[in-house]
T-cell receptor
Framework: EAQVTQNPRYLITVTGKKLTVTCSQN?????MSWYRQDPGLGLRQIYY???????DKGDVPEGYKVSRKEKRNFPLILESPSPNQTSLYFC????????????FGQGTRLTVV | GQNIDQPTEMTATEGAIVQINCTYQTSGFNGLFWYQQHAGEAPTFLSYNVLDGLEEKGRFSSFLSRSKGYSYLLLKELQMKDSASYLC????????????FGGGTRVLVKP
C-alpha cells in the first residue's frame, strides 16, 4: 500500500530537548516536504526537498532542520524546541514537483512545555 | 506575495448543496487543488484544476477562473461524513512549484 508514515503520532516534550520526527514514503517519490498546521493559519511549509541531498527552506523554517540522505526518508529535527513550535506537523510527498497530487502522512501532534 | 482566501466556516443541511469559494493572488499559477481534512487527520486529495472550467468527480465538482483568481468547490447531496475542513491550495512556479494553502473552510453538515 502506498503511504507516507510519520512517527511519533503524539509527542509531549520540554523546552530545549532535541527531538526528531521521522517521515518515510514507499512510493519512490522525489519531492518531500514538511508542513505545520495551526488554527486559523492553515498549512505552512517548513522545508522541502526535491531529491536526495537537495533541501530548501519553506515559509517558516526557523527553529527546524531537515536532512535527505535517502530518497524514502525526510526527518524533521528540532534542535531546541520552544513552546511556539507546539503544532500539528505533516509530512508530504509527491512524484515530482509538478505532480497533481501530494500524499500526506498521518500527522504528528507536538506539544512543547 | 501569495494570498489565498476562503471562508472560515459554513453550515449546511444533509442532502443539500454547498459551495466553498476560494480566491487567490499569487506570483504565478500552475494549478489549484482542493483537499478534504477531517479533524486531526491528514488532508486527502479531492480535485485539481489547471485550466478554466468545471471538473466533476461524483458528488464533488471544482471550478476555476484564472482571469479572476477564483475557484469554488461544490459539494452535492451532502452527507454527514462530509463534515470536515476543505483546503484550497495553489501551486506557484515562481515559488519553486510548492503548494500554498488557504486557511481552510470548516463545513458542518446538520441532519
Amino acid at each position: 500500500e502506498a503511504q507516507v508514515t510519520q512517527n511519533p503520532r503524539y509527542l509531549i516534550t520540554v523546552t530545549g530537548k532535541k527531538l526528531t520526527v521521522t517521515c518515510s514514503q514507499n512510493m519512490n517519490h522525489e519531492y518531500m516536504s514538511w508542513y505545520r498546521q495551526d488554527p486559523g493559519l492553515g498549512l505552512r511549509q517548513i522545508y522541502y526537498s526535491m531529491n536526495v541531498e537537495v533541501t530548501d527552506k519553506g515559509d517558516v523554517p526557523e527553529g527546524y532542520k531537515v536532512s535527505r540522505k535517502e530518497k524514502r526518508n525526510f526527518p524533521l529535527i528540532l534542535e531546541s524546541p520552544s513552546p511556539n513550535q507546539t503544532s500539528l506537523y505533516f509530512c508530504a510527498s509527491s512524484g515530482r514537483v509538478g505532480a497533481t497530487e501530494a500524499f500526506f502522512g498521518q500527522g504528528t501532534r507536538l506539544t512543547v512545555v | 506575495g501569495q494570498n489565498i482566501d476562503q471562508p472560515t466556516e459554513m453550515t449546511a443541511t444533509e442532502g443539500a448543496i454547498v459551495q466553498i469559494n476560494c480566491t487567490y493572488q499569487t506570483s504565478g499559477f500552475n494549478g489549484l487543488f482542493w483537499y478534504q481534512q477531517h479533524a486531526g487527520e491528514a488532508p486527502t486529495f479531492l480535485s485539481y484544476n489547471v485550466l478554466d472550467g468545471l471538473e466533476e468527480k461524483g458528488r464533488f465538482s471544482s471550478f476555476l477562473s484564472r482571469s479572476k483568481g477564483y475557484s469554488y468547490l461544490l459539494l452535492k447531496e451532502l452527507q454527514m461524513k462530509d463534515s470536515a475542513s476543505y483546503l484550497c491550495a495553489v501551486r506557484d512556479p515562481a515559488a519553486g512549484n510548492k503548494l500554498t494553502f488557504g486557511g481552510g473552510t470548516r463545513v458542518l453538515v446538520k441532519p
